[in-house]
C-alpha cells in the first residue's frame, strides 16, 4: 500500500487537470470504466469513476468500499467510496443535471448499451489517454524506481547469457530476479523477450528450449512494474564472434538510438521523429518494420506513439521509449530501446547503463 | 512454430463454422482486428484478417509476409496473405460487393473512423467470442497440456510455502518453474498470485516482501500458456495450525467446488450455476464478492461467463473455471479453483491433483 497521504494530494492534482480538460470540452461529466485509468484518477485499480465539476464519486464491490475506507483518510481523499449495487452509476448520473458525460473509447456494443441507459448525450473522448501522457513529479519518481530494476534486470541476463545457455532458463532466471528485485508483476504482459539467432529477426518471438549459439546476436527486451509504473528496455548482445555486417549494424542501430534521443525536442510532430530514424534505416537498405516509440506510464504502451500515423506533439514531461531496429528475415534482429524522460533543455535516459 | 499440417486442417474446420454463423446472421463479410481472435482463425497473433464467403485474406506487416509464406504450404493454408500496405484493408473491403460487414466489439472511437472509410453496414458482434467458447479436440488437448503444468507449478508451491517463506520469493521460484516446465508466458497477464494472512482477503493481492506466518492461509492462483492457450486453478493452504473457524471454512469451499462441478450440466443457464453457488456462500452467512467461474481458452478469461448477468448457457465441451470463495475483510480469504471441460455426460477437470 502506497502512503495515502502523498497520494492524496496527488489524486488531486490529477482531478484538477481532468476537470479543466473536462471545461474546455464542454463536458460536465466524465465516467472512467478503463482499469488503468480508474487507478489513475482513484489510486485503486477496481471500480467505476465519476467525475463531475462539484464531485467525485467511486463505486466498488462491498469488500473494497471497506477496505478502502479504512486506508483513506476520508477527508482528504477526493472520492466518495460507494457500494457498486445494480444499477448504482446509471441511476446516480440520470439524477443529475448532466448534459454532455464524456466516457471512455469503449466497446461498440458496451456503447450502444450506455446510449440506451443514461440520459446525457454521450461523448465519446480519450481525455484521459491525453493527460497521462505528460507525467507529475511523483509519477517521474516511480518511473524511475521502475527503470533502475529493469537495467538490474538486464545485467543479470547479460550475466547469463553465452553460447550454450538455453533462452528459456535464462528468461526464467532473469524474471525471478526482477520479482525479487521490487517488480510487482513480471516484465509486460507476457513476459520479457529474449530470441537468439535466427528467431532474433522476428519481433515478436518469445523464448524457447533452444540453446544460444555462438556466434549469434540476442535481443532481450525487458521491464518492471513499480507502483503501477512500467519501464521498457532492450538490448541486443552479440556472443562469441559476430560476422562483420552484424558487427557494424549493431553499431550502427544503437548510434541511431542515442542520435535520435540528443535530436529530439519538446515541440516535435511524434511522427516526424519515426520519419527520421524511418529514414536512417532506409538510408541503409533495411525496412523498419514496427514503430520508434510508445509512451510509457500505468501502461506499457500508452501515449504518445511515435508513429507514422500518429498526431502527437511531444510535450515536456512525456515518458517513451526510442527503439530503433532492423530485422533482416532468416537471418537476425537488431534492437535497442531506452525511455527517455522529456524536459524542457534536457532528456533524461532512464534506463541508461554505465559501462 | 506448431506443426503446420495439424494446423491448417484445424483452421479450415474454424472458418467453416464462422461462415455458417455469418449466413445465419446475413454477413457477407467479417473483418477480424482482435489479437487472440486473428490467431483463432489464421494461427499467427498478427494482422487483419477478413472472411468472405469464397475468400480469406490475412493482412500482415511485409516482415511476416516473408515469414508466414515460408512456414505455411500455401496449398492448405486458408488465407492469402497479404502485406499491409496503407488502407490496402479498407480498399480491399469497398472494392468488394459486401453489404453487411461483421466487426468486432472495437472501441467506439475505431469504429466511429471505419464506418466512415467503408462503403458496408457495420454489423458489431462477438461471433468470434461465441465460436471461441466451445472448443475443438485439437484446442481439448492444448488446454490439458496447459493444465498439466498449471498442476506441477502448484506442486512447486506446495513444496515453498511454509512459515518464514517470504511470499515473493515464493512466487519468483515458481513463475520461473512453470517457464522452465513449458510455459510460454508467465501466469496470466499480471503473474501469479500469492496472498498470506490478511492479504488473503483480498481478491487481486500481489505477492509481496512479507514472511509467511504460522497460523495463516495462503491463496495461491496460477496457470500456464502452452501453444496459446491458458490454464487456470487456486489453492488454499492453511500454515501451521489454524483456526477451527478457517479449518471449517477451507472444507466448505473445498467441497462447494466439487458439488457445483458434479452438479453442472450441458444446458443450463451459467447464471443459475452462479445464483447457487452464491446462496451456498450467503447461507453460510458470507457475501460472494466474485463470479463463480470464467471460460478459458486463448484468453485467461473469455466466453462462458458464470456470473449474475450472464446470458450464457452452458454446452458441449465448453471450458470454464468454478471457483467459489469467501472473504473476510481484514481477516483472511480462501478460494479453490478448478477448470473443468464440460462433456455431454460427463465432466473432466484438468486441474484435479492427485492425493
Redesign the interface.
Known amino acids: 500500500m502506497m502512503d495515502a497521504i502523498v497520494e492524496s494530494r496527488e489524486l488531486h492534482l490529477r482531478l484538477d487537470r481532468l476537470r479543466s480538460r473536462m471545461d474546455e470540452c464542454g463536458l460536465e461529466g466524465f465516467l472512467v470504466a478503463g482499469e488503468r485509468n480508474v487507478q489513475y484518477l482513484t489510486g485503486k485499480?477496481?471500480g467505476r469513476a465519476l467525475i463531475l465539476a462539484d464531485d467525485a464519486v467511486l463505486w466498488v464491490?462491498?469488500?473494497y468500499a471497506?477496505?478502502y475506507s479504512?486506508t483513506y483518510s476520508q477527508k482528504k481523499y477526493p472520492f466518495t467510496v460507494r457500494e457498486m449495487e445494480k444499477d448504482a452509476v446509471k441511476k446516480f448520473i440520470n439524477r443529475r443535471r448532466i448534459r454532455h458525460l464524456g466516457?471512455e473509447?469503449?466497446?461498440?456494443?458496451?456503447?450502444?448499451e450506455l446510449k440506451k441507459s443514461l440520459k446525457p448525450t454521450l461523448c465519446?473522448?480519450?481525455l484521459l489517454g491525453d493527460l497521462r501522457a505528460t507525467k507529475s513529479e511523483y509519477e517521474l519518481k516511480m518511473l524511475r524506481a521502475s527503470a533502475e530494476i529493469a537495467k538490474r534486470g538486464m545485467k543479470k541476463a547479460f550475466s547469463l547469457i553465452e553460447e550454450g545457455s538455453e533462452e528459456?532458463?535464462v528468461?526464467?532466471?532473469v524474471?525471478?530476479?526482477i520479482?525479487?528485485l521490487?517488480s510487482?508483476?513480471?516484465p509486460f504482459?507476457?513476459?520479457m523477450l529474449l530470441a537468439s539467432g535466427e528467431s532474433s529477426?522476428?519481433?515478436?518471438a518469445?523464448a524457447r528450449?533452444k540453446k544460444i549459439a555462438a556466434g549469434s546476436l540476442v535481443v532481450v527486451d525487458l521491464g518492471a512494474r513499480y507502483c503501477g509504473y512500467y519501464s521498457d528496455m532492450t538490448r541486443t548482445m552479440p556472443v562469441g564472434k559476430v560476422g562483420r555486417k552484424e558487427k557494424s549494424l549493431l553499431e550502427f542501430v544503437d548510434n541511431l538510438r542515442e542520435e535520435t534521443i540528443d535530436w529530439l525536442a519538446v515541440g516535435m510532430k511524434a511522427a516526424d521523429v519515426h520519419a527520421r530514424v524511418e529514414k536512417r534505416i532506409e538510408r541503409e537498405g533495411y525496412?523498419f518494420?514496427h514503430s520508434t516509440g510508445h509512451g510509457v506510464g500505468l501502461n506499457i504502451h500508452e501515449k504518445p506513439s511515435l508513429s507514422s500515423m500518429s498526431t502527437d506533439v511531444l510535450a515536456e514531461n512525456m515518458v517513451f521509449t526510442i527503439e530503433p531496429g532492423i530485422?533482416v528475415?532468416?537471418g537476425y534482429g537488431i534492437r535497442f530501446e531506452d525511455t527517455i524522460i522529456l524536459g524542457k533543455k534536457k532528456k533524461e535516459n532512464i534506463t541508461r547503463m554505465k559501462g
Open positions: 485499480s477496481t464491490r462491498d469488500l471497506k477496505v479504512s466516457v473509447n469503449v466497446g461498440v456494443l458496451d456503447f450502444q465519446p473522448c480519450d528459456v532458463d528468461v526464467a532466471e524474471e525471478a530476479a520479482r525479487k521490487g510487482e508483476t513480471p504482459d507476457d513476459g529477426a522476428d519481433i515478436h518469445r528450449k525496412r518494420y530485422y528475415p532468416h
